[in-house]
């Protein structure tokens, strides 16, 4: 594994780290917004090491494809991309530290763990 693949893993590990660490602070939102970098780092790397270049989206589900990313894993992909714009903006009538309770950031964090560890198995 290439040197700056291992920089994105590493980042994408030290992302879900402090996405349960907001967690267990109960700073939900943060979480959600950290669960989601997590992933999106750890499918850049495995984008990096198949294709030797990062593209510069947000949106996981197209990250996703691009890596061959199982269904199951897509769809989960399509949760996380709209919380992370919703711990990034008002949408609605909360703001983004009001919207996210443990249950849902709980969820969040487990995609993230899911979709790190299907990374580090296919890497």
């Excluded at 494809?65 to 903006?89: F, H, M, Q």
């Amino acid at each position: 594994m290439r040197e700056e693949v291992e920089r994105w893993i590493k980042m994408a590990k030290d992302d879900f780290d402090s996405a349960r660490s907001n967690f267990e602070n109960k700073k939900y939102y943060v979480c959600a917004f950290l669960s989601q970098q997590a992933a999106e780092k750890a499918l850049k790397a495995i984008l990096l090491e198949k294709t030797k270049k990062i593209i510069k989206i947000h949106n996981l589900v197209i990250l996703g494809r691009k890596v061959n990313l199982p269904n199951d894993l897509l769809d989960k992909c399509k949760l996380l991309s709209i919380a992370y714009l919703e711990t990034r903006y008002e949408l609605g009538n909360k703001i983004p530290s009001e919207k996210f309770s443990e249950e849902n950031s709980l969820k969040y964090l487990n995609i993230a763990k899911e979709i790190l560890s299907w990374v580090e198995k296919n890497i």
